[in-house]
């Protein structure tokens, strides 16, 4: 059983944006705000990030060592230029991830997102 909340809350987004269209299935802020400005919330909140741990070392909060965060940096760089660009509108070839084109970026481990390995 949906909780009410929940059901409340899918109610008034589709009375937002819903016009007498189909009522919007899912809840969240990147559909409430739209692509381009979920976009640059999302940078800033990667900014804001470097800034935050920068504040808390300098009032003596966190020690340090925190300060290794800084090396990645030229992640950073790599990440804003995806973000700046805009979502192609078809996968590339071997993209496994494709409805995450963005989400995908950021979150990378060993090997670059998307690749579809032979080897399981």
Do not use: H, Q
């Not at 937002?16 to 400005?37: F, H, M, R, S, Y």
């Not at 990667?46 to 504040?55: G, Q, R, V």
């Not at 060993?110 to 032979?118: H, L, T």
């Amino acid at each position: 059983m949906e909780n009410p909340a929940v059901a409340e809350r899918r109610t008034t987004v589709g009375e937002i944006v819903g016009n007498g269209k189909e009522v919007i299935d899912t809840c969240n802020l990147a559909v409430l705000l739209g692509e381009p400005a979920t976009n640059r919330l999302i940078r800033g909140l990667m900014i804001l990030f470097y800034l935050a741990c920068l504040a808390l070392v300098i009032a003596g909060v966190l020690s340090l060592w925190v300060l290794l965060v800084l090396a990645s940096i030229p992640r950073l760089r790599s990440v804003w230029k995806i973000y700046l660009r805009p979502k192609p509108s078809a996968p590339p070839e071997n993209y496994a991830v494709w409805p995450l084109w963005f989400v995908s970026w950021p979150s990378t481990g060993p090997s670059r997102p998307g690749r579809c390995s032979s080897s399981v």
